[in-house]
């Protein structure tokens, strides 16, 4: 979008006006705030599956099951990411989400919980891209696991061929071998470990934190009228330098 979308003919009132109008919408922030709180009862709510199967996963700190990956605590986050054995960097939208993971990761743990990321790529794969991107957070390898499988974020080739795969709680197309989400599980007392909650598609957004932040500003996320609205975001390592000002002129930018 460019800034004439958003600025030409845009409502300009008294201060007073200003204000009525924000209560107006603070009214509606608070039902959407309440309706948040009811959800997020509701989803505490669900039912729990047990896991069965006894998943293993490759660690820096050597082969690790999906219990020991709770290191002490009684609940467990992943964040399915998005990068498969061969690749040479991560999804980017993957990466968006996962650029906010070491900042939370302190307060997470105090609420005993500990977060994850897994990915089918060996796990050398995943170190070197690890390292490039400078993140902290623990990071595994399902590479020969049913995991990624299992919890429908990876698709064999049998199934892309079909054109449709499960995904989304939906059988529906999807471009790729590797899929996004973010799946939480509880381990209770007698080690036994459940299936809490599951989320896919644009309910990942749960981990970009930046996106609300721009939810917030006139532009908001100024992304295009494309079926992929994330085309924009880069690696962080990838973006183009932003040397422009809000005083900048097109010229001046472009000069």
Same mark, same amino acid.
């Given at each position: 979008m460019t800034e004439t979308n958003h600025a030409a003919n845009h409502p300009v009132?008294?201060? @007073?006006?200003? *204000? /009525?109008?924000? =209560? /107006? *919408?603070l009214a509606r922030e608070k039902e959407l705030m309440h309706l948040h709180d009811q959800i997020a009862r509701e989803r505490r709510a669900l039912p729990w599956e047990r896991v069965e199967k006894n998943y293993v996963f490759d660690t820096p700190a050597g082969k690790r099951t999906l219990a020991e990956l709770f290191e002490g605590r009684r609940q467990l986050m992943v964040q399915h990411f998005m990068l498969g054995p061969g690749w040479e960097q $991560?999804?980017?939208?993957?990466?968006?989400? !996962? @650029? #906010?993971? @070491?900042?939370?990761?302190? %307060? *997470?743990? %105090?609420?005993?919980?500990?977060?994850?990321?897994?990915?089918?790529?060996?796990l050398a794969e995943i170190a070197r891209f690890r390292?490039?991107?400078?993140?902290?957070? =623990?990071?595994?390898? /399902?590479?020969?696991s049913d995991f990624n499988h299992d919890? %429908?974020?990876?698709?064999?080739?049998?199934?892309? !061929?079909?054109? =449709?795969?499960?995904?989304?709680? !939906?059988?529906?197309?999807?471009?790729q071998e590797e899929a996004p989400g973010v799946s939480v599980f509880y381990k209770d007392d007698a080690g036994e470990v459940f299936h809490t909650y599951s989320t896919f598609g644009r309910g990942v957004e749960v981990m970009m934190g930046a996106y609300y932040m721009m939810d917030l500003t006139p532009k908001g996320r100024d992304e295009r009228e494309v079926p992929y609205k994330m085309?924009?975001?880069? %690696? #962080?390592?990838?973006?183009?330098?932003? /040397? =422009?000002?809000? $005083? @900048?002129s097109c010229c001046s930018a472009h000069g």
């Open positions: 009132v008294s201060s @007073d006006q200003w *204000l /009525a109008e924000r =209560k /107006a *919408l $991560g999804c980017q939208s993957c990466s968006f989400m !996962a @650029d #906010h993971t @070491d900042g939370m990761n302190v %307060h *997470l743990a %105090h609420r005993d919980i500990t977060m994850v990321a897994v990915s089918r790529a060996p390292e490039r991107m400078g993140w902290q957070f =623990k990071w595994v390898s /399902a590479n020969g919890f %429908h974020v990876s698709f064999t080739p049998e199934e892309q !061929a079909t054109g =449709k795969v499960y995904y989304n709680y !939906a059988v529906q197309p999807f471009p085309e924009w975001v880069r %690696h #962080h390592d990838r973006y183009e330098p932003q /040397a =422009k000002t809000a $005083g @900048d």
